[in-house]
């Protein structure tokens, strides 16, 4: 499988988003799909979105601990919620 840059991936998402999807059907039925399947779509979505480059831009909070990135810290928090 080949890797794509960030602007590759952004451009082939925007072209399937601008794709006419009134006749797709999106099931979760598949008896090989566990109960965290989903999991695998948000993070692509993320992804894509660049979601934690956004939150290291926009988001500012001083602490004594860096060890971690805020957005780390962000996504440490959604990710159960979404999978609880």
Do not use: C, W
């Amino acid at each position: 499988m080949a890797k794509h840059s960030i602007t590759e991936r952004a451009y082939f998402f925007n072209q399937f988003m601008t794709q006419d999807t009134r006749n797709v059907k999106i099931a979760f039925s598949h008896g090989g799909l566990t109960h965290y399947g989903g999991i695998l779509f948000f993070n692509e979505f993320t992804r894509v979105l660049q979601l934690r480059r956004f939150l290291t831009r926009h988001l500012q909070y001083p602490r004594r601990n860096q060890r971690y990135t805020l957005s780390q810290m962000v996504m440490a928090l959604v990710y159960p919620i979404i999978l609880a």
